[in-house]
């Protein structure tokens, strides 16, 4: 049950603009007009500085800020709820060599967050890890991996691709590249952007399941789409909103959209998980849990 799109990790704005001016024949001692390309050039170093000025101020932000499910055992805890939804455990270091296809048009889904052969984050981990461990098992691979991104096609990757992924997954580098991958992609953007919208630990880690399982997207039911559309619904707490109305309105989108890609699965990572301790009004997340993932129960003393 994964997302189908293009990554969005990171864009800069591009201001490009070109401005003429005629001059009269008489008017030699006018300064001559920039040419087209160097105005152009100006404008993007000039929003590249403005990208840079509002990320320092966002930095600043987040530093006065607790660190809410950045905290080690708060981060913990948001792996265990994911590998309940991902992997029916919440021993999620047991899911690093986890690899199938599911069946939803992703081709493979595999280790702990659910990397996929046909959403880009499997080759960008395996194309990072390469770079620091070239004679790895899996570098072979990375032809087939390129040529099956975007799609659920195992040409290149049948039969042996699965073994390879469990036997690198034994490997404690890959193990950490794994981590450091779901990181970058979906941990700290989620958390990030979550605490620059008020969000508290619950919240945050709302953004981050629904990163994982939407992704952070460029489509229509990417992760960013769907925080826009809640936006045209609530106020975020930062813009003046409550917390408890505007994580509400995203869960009910984010189900919505779920249930729209996915008909024959149920909602539980919404409905009798994050619904249930958002309804207790445990925005802290704070232990103990209780929730359900498709039929199975769980606790976290």
Known sequence: ???????FLAAVPVIATGVYFVMPADSADAPAAAPPAAT???AREDAKDRAEEEREEDDSVIAGLP???????KKELAQQLVASAE??????????????????????TAGIVGFCTGTHDLLMLVESYTEDHPDNGLASYLPALR???GSDSHEGLDPGFPAAWKAEAQVPA??????????????????????LDGLGTLGQFVYFDAMVFHGPDTDADGFYALRERTLKQAKTPAAGGTEKTYLNAFLDIRREAMLTRY???DASRVDTAQRRF???GNLGLDTPLVWEMYGDHYRLP
């Open 1 to 7: 049950m994964k997302r189908a799109g293009v990554l």
């Open 40 to 42: 152009a050039q100006s």
């Open 67 to 73: 660190p809410g499910l950045a905290a080690p055992a």
């Open 87 to 108: 992997h029916s455990t919440t021993d999620w270091r047991t899911t690093y060599g986890a690899i199938e296809d599911e069946g939803d048009g992703c081709g493979y």
């Open 147 to 149: 040529e099956a991104d």
């Open 174 to 195: 890959f193990r950490e590249a794994q981590e450091a991958e779901r990181d970058r992609i979906y941990f700290e953007p989620a958390v990030r952007l979550a605490k």
């Open 263 to 265: 008909p024959e699965h």
């Open 278 to 280: 958002l309804k207790a």
